[in-house]
């Protein structure tokens, strides 16, 4: 946990705070990007392998997302560091969320409102809401879970996949593809890439490539997504689907489709592989799939590029509507409404300016952001 490798600017992070719990062998962290349109919003990731500096990058992700969402949240992010097998042992898990709960209980939901991340759910979110005690620590909560006639609206409903469904539909009409004629391929087929699978299939678009954590399943004659469902949840891998050819987990980024997703892993597109992507369109629905000089490759490559914080904010905007206490169907219309918003105004800059659509959101975002700042400091 070296803080020296947090990169500190006038944005933030504002806060960074390590915890641990003896009792339950417990380590975690809390980085609180920036609070100037509200409240800090981001998800709690558990992973064996999750550092501070990894928080502090996606902390700031969180601040571009909600600024460049128009919502009234700042930007934060959550990590608890946990073993495999604690991941994977329900009573053990349960024990090192609510001991993380209660660590910072003294920043929710004031100064933190938590949602789920990678190895957290609705479940998870249960636990934390109740150990912290306010209903509004924590959004993504289960559907079940209410307090004055406003309910949780989990992830699972899909918020984040159908935003990023709906960012690939602009993207491709930007390019002059009709969706319904599209190739796509997705990396990853857990909550993000399953729903954006869903979605997109439903449109019209053909699947041609999915991969998990055993490899990647390719058929250029496109995959059925019902089918493709049935078989990941009795074999537990896309890879046992048929008919299709199997590679490498890391070979989906290069196959030759129209349209690539992210979903999955931090940094999947790098410096061996950033010169084989064969796609149009990159739509980054995972957070921080690359780092900033791929992307500019990507960029002089011709490759148009949708931003994580801009394709993926349908969580976020999932979020602030259940903060609000309104009801999916309220979901579900402001997602589709914003996503579809705001990366239109993102390219659009992109092209008017001639550049890359991440320096288009980034400019956007800065500029409510400084604009919020500038209203905070004359409190």
Same mark, same amino acid.
């Given at each position: 946990m070296q803080l020296g490798e947090i990169n500190f600017d006038q944005i933030g992070p504002e806060k960074v705070i390590v915890v641990s719990d003896k009792k339950?062998?417990?380590?975690?962290?809390?980085?609180?990007?920036?609070?100037?349109?509200?409240?800090?919003?981001?998800?709690?990731?558990?992973?064996?392998?999750?550092?501070?500096?990894?928080?502090?990058?996606?902390?700031?992700?969180?601040?571009?997302?909600?600024?460049?969402?128009?919502?009234?949240?700042?930007?934060?992010?959550?990590?608890?560091?946990?073993? /495999?097998?604690?991941?994977?042992?329900? &009573?053990?898990?349960?024990?090192?969320?609510?001991?993380?709960?209660?660590e910072i209980r003294y920043l929710c939901p004031k100064l933190y409102?938590?949602?789920?991340?990678?190895?957290?759910?609705?479940?998870e979110m249960r636990w934390f809401a109740e150990e912290n005690g306010s209903w509004k620590s924590t959004t993504g909560k289960p559907k079940d879970m209410c307090f004055e006639n406003k309910c949780g609206i989990p992830h699972e409903y899909g918020s984040?996949? !159908?935003?990023?469904?709906?960012?690939?539909?602009?993207?491709?009409?930007?390019?002059?593809?009709?969706?319904?004629?599209?190739?796509?391929?997705?990396?990853?087929?857990g909550n993000v890439g399953y729903f954006a699978v869903k979605y997109l299939t439903e449109m019209g678009a053909k699947l041609v490539a999915i991969s998990d954590s055993k490899g990647t399943l390719y058929n250029s004659n496109g995959i059925n997504f019902s089918e493709l469902d049935k078989v990941k949840k009795e074999t537990g891998s896309v890879i046992n689907y048929k008919p299709g050819?199997?590679? &490498?987990?890391?070979?989906?980024?290069?196959?030759?489709?129209?349209?690539?997703i992210t979903a999955a892993v931090p940094d999947v597109i790098n410096e061996t592989n950033v010169n084989k992507i064969k796609a149009k369109i990159v739509v980054e629905g995972s957070n921080i799939p690359t780092k900033p000089e791929f992307e500019e490759m990507l960029f002089r490559n011709g490759i148009l590029v949708v931003p994580d914080f801009v394709a993926n904010s349908g969580g976020v905007i999932s979020s602030y509507v259940e903060y609000r206490g309104?009801?999916?169907?309220?979901? !579900?219309?402001?997602?589709?409404?914003?996503?579809?918003?705001?990366?239109? &105004?993102?390219?659009?800059?992109?092209?008017? &300016?001639?550049?890359?659509?991440?320096?288009?959101?980034?400019?956007?975002?800065? /500029?409510?952001?400084?604009?919020?700042?500038?209203k905070k400091s004359k409190k």
């Amino acid at each position: 946990m070296q803080l020296g490798e947090i990169n500190f600017d006038q944005i933030g992070p504002e806060k960074v705070i390590v915890v641990s719990d003896k009792k339950t062998g417990m380590k975690g962290f809390v980085v609180i990007d920036n609070t100037a349109l509200g409240v800090g919003k981001g998800g709690i990731r558990m992973s064996p392998t999750v550092t501070i500096q990894e928080i502090a990058r996606l902390a700031r992700v969180m601040t571009f997302k909600t600024a460049l969402a128009g919502l009234p949240f700042g930007g934060a992010k959550g990590g608890i560091l946990a073993p /495999q097998d604690v991941i994977k042992d329900v &009573k053990r898990k349960e024990e090192y969320v609510r001991a993380y709960s209660r660590e910072i209980r003294y920043l929710c939901p004031k100064l933190y409102v938590a949602a789920p991340d990678m190895n957290t759910a609705e479940q998870e979110m249960r636990w934390f809401a109740e150990e912290n005690g306010s209903w509004k620590s924590t959004t993504g909560k289960p559907k079940d879970m209410c307090f004055e006639n406003k309910c949780g609206i989990p992830h699972e409903y899909g918020s984040t996949g !159908f935003g990023v469904a709906h960012a690939t539909v602009v993207a491709a009409k930007y390019k002059k593809l009709d969706v319904k004629n599209i190739t796509f391929a997705v990396e990853g087929f857990g909550n993000v890439g399953y729903f954006a699978v869903k979605y997109l299939t439903e449109m019209g678009a053909k699947l041609v490539a999915i991969s998990d954590s055993k490899g990647t399943l390719y058929n250029s004659n496109g995959i059925n997504f019902s089918e493709l469902d049935k078989v990941k949840k009795e074999t537990g891998s896309v890879i046992n689907y048929k008919p299709g050819t199997i590679l &490498k987990t890391t070979d989906l980024v290069e196959i030759d489709a129209d349209v690539i997703i992210t979903a999955a892993v931090p940094d999947v597109i790098n410096e061996t592989n950033v010169n084989k992507i064969k796609a149009k369109i990159v739509v980054e629905g995972s957070n921080i799939p690359t780092k900033p000089e791929f992307e500019e490759m990507l960029f002089r490559n011709g490759i148009l590029v949708v931003p994580d914080f801009v394709a993926n904010s349908g969580g976020v905007i999932s979020s602030y509507v259940e903060y609000r206490g309104k009801s999916v169907e309220d979901m !579900f219309k402001l997602v589709e409404k914003k996503v579809v918003q705001n990366v239109k &105004k993102v390219l659009s800059i992109s092209k008017k &300016k001639n550049i890359k659509p991440r320096d288009a959101a980034m400019e956007l975002a800065m /500029q409510r952001i400084a604009k919020a700042e500038e209203k905070k400091s004359k409190k």
